[in-house]
């Protein structure tokens, strides 16, 4: 599958800026936008994870690069250690919804739905999730009287700007080069890394031979490992699919209810359930599959059904008792797991209710795509 290869040059860019100066770029940008703020780092944490969602679409590379530098920032500050971790986690989620996103890229594979499109469906999402934790933090922040971060002059504002331009422009080159239909969106996987690399070797001075060949072997490990979870759900997905378990699945839950937004609803569950589980290709390789006969029987758009997907394994990832991203921050910040998971409940919630609304205001999600991508 040619489309597949997006996925190591998506990896490897993610890799390529956690090494530079790039993600240390990203956070000084959303510091000088909204740290000003109360609870300033907090609305700098999830600023940081939209812009660098749109150069990688991965929710791990953002929780465990921008992430060690977010918490460590808060922890400065003195904000609670299980908030610092929790807020990471929640707002590292935004990586596979705003464009690109590695695990849409499976989805289109196993749907045919466009790439594009599931792109632009994931920019309204993305930016809701990223308003919503906002509100929450200060709200947060007020009650517990977190601290007003740095006012920096204007003449800092331009200098930090200018600074961080080079990295800002990777969202603009990678989406700009999609929809313009100058390059697929394997090669702006490809573009966006070269990109990256160019702008640390050169611009921020931060990247070697030495760094490239450890970014190289690195980015070799991740895609090894995730192309033998994704070999081996292929086996058993075309063993599912010969013995036509997707139709006996479509047909059981047909003959429960016609409804298509209870249905949506008993998918949702399913899949949050999932994600706190199961790795998110697996689900992708094997479980998508499964309910997609159904979801076309219902006549649900295969690109609104996509972004929802998404966002469900993405709410699972960071939902106890095994949620990756739970993990990760606290493995990155020596922070127990029982506080983080005490004061991540609260932007579950969040998340849920931003879930919710795509699953059944179908517009959030089609209204971009419909309108540019036609």
């Known amino acids: 599958k040619f489309i597949l290869i997006a996925v190591p040059l998506f990896v490897f860019t993610a890799k ?6 790039v993600t240390e770029m990203v956070f000084k940008f959303a510091n000088i936008l ?8 907090g609305h ?21 690069g921008l992430g060690i530098m977010e918490i460590e920032a808060m922890r400065k500050q003195h ?10 986690a929640a707002s590292a989620t935004i990586g596979p919804i705003f464009p690109p996103s590695i695990p849409m890229v499976f989805y289109a594979m196993f749907s045919g739905a466009s790439i594009g499109r599931l792109f632009l469906g994931g920019m309204v999402p993305g930016i809701l999730i990223g308003i919503a934790l906002m509100i929450y933090i200060a709200y947060i922040s007020k009650k517990r009287n977190y601290p007003t971060g740095e006012r920096y002059p204007f003449r800092e504002l331009i200098k930090i700007t200018l600074k961080a331009f080079p990295a800002l422009l990777t969202p603009a080159i990678l989406l700009g080069g999609i929809y313009s239909g100058i390059v697929t ?35 070799v490990k991740t895609t090894g490992s995730l192309s ?26 047909l003959g429960f209810t016609n409804n298509k937004y209870l249905m949506l609803l008993i998918i949702n569950i399913v899949f949050i359930i999932l994600g706190m589980f199961v790795d998110t290709s697996c689900i992708q390789v094997v479980f998508v599959p499964m309910v997609l006969p159904l ?16 966002l469900n394994m993405m709410i699972g990832l960071s939902t106890p008792p095994f949620g990756m991203l739970l993990f990760i921050v606290s493995g990155i910040s020596g922070t127990p797991l029982r506080i983080i998971i005490k004061e991540v409940f609260p932007m579950l919630l969040v998340l849920i209710i931003v879930l919710l609304l795509i699953t059944y205001i179908p517009q959030i999600v089609l209204f971009i795509p419909n309108t540019i991508w036609r």
Not at 34 to 41: E, L, N, P, Y
Not at 44 to 64: C, E, H, K, L, P
Request: net charge negative; with cysteine.
């Open 295 to 310: 979801v076309k029987a219902l006549g649900i758009d295969l690109v609104h059904f996509g972004v929802v997907i998404v």
């Open 79 to 88: 904000y609670d250690d299980g908030f610092s971790c929790a807020i990471t």
């Open 34 to 41: 909204v740290g000003r703020w109360k609870g300033g780092m």
């Open 185 to 219: 969106p394997t090669e702006a996987a490809a573009l966006a890394g070269f990109y990256a690399m160019l702008i640390s070797f050169f611009v921020y001075r931060s990247l070697g031979l030495k760094q490239l060949l450890e970014v190289i072997i690195d980015t």
């Open 16 to 21: 390529v800026m956690n090494t530079g100066k």
């Open 44 to 64: 700098v944490n999830v600023i940081a994870s939209i812009i660098f969602s749109g150069m990688t679409g991965s929710a791990v590379a953002d929780a465990s």
């Open 228 to 253: 033998l979870i994704v070999g081996a759900a292929f086996a058993f997905s075309y063993i599912v699919a010969i013995e036509h378990i997707p139709d006996m699945i479509s047909g059981v839950f």
